[in-house]
Nanobody, 126 residues
């Protein structure tokens, strides 16, 4: 069974930084594009960032562009989301997700992803 495990969430003051990690359990993500989404209370899950399977193509939502950086280390079978200059509106549960097999593109739609992690809470205080 495919499992994705996020880590690195927590409580941080506005302007601070966090780095999220996403690693699979018993599975490899090296042949899949990956993405990060987030869901705030009372809101729909929204796209944050995506990365191609080779790591050469990235995409960001307008709300995080210039502050967040998505990356992957295929040798470590892990994906990351570096979040800088965090704002209270970034508060949400952050999820990583796996995209289509061997597709070297990035994807923004939730329906393009087949497996999701359980999420990690990020809380930004003002």
């Amino acid at each position: 069974q495919v499992q994705l495990v996020e880590s690195g969430g927590g409580l941080v003051q506005a302007g601070g930084s966090l780095r999220l990690s996403c690693a699979p359990a018993g599975h490899t993500i090296t042949r899949y594009p990956m993405g990060w989404f987030r869901q705030a209370p009372g809101k729909e899950r929204e796209f944050v960032a995506a990365i191609s399977l080779g790591g050469t193509i990235t995409d960001y939502s307008d709300s995080v562009k210039g502050r967040f950086t998505i990356s992957r280390d295929n040798a470590k079978n892990t994906m990351y989301l570096q979040m800088n200059n965090l704002k209270p509106e970034d508060t949400a549960v952050y999820y990583c997700a796996r995209g289509p097999y061997r597709s070297n593109y990035t994807f923004r739609r939730r329906d393009d992803y087949d497996y999701w992690g359980q999420g990690t809470q990020v809380t930004v205080s003002s």
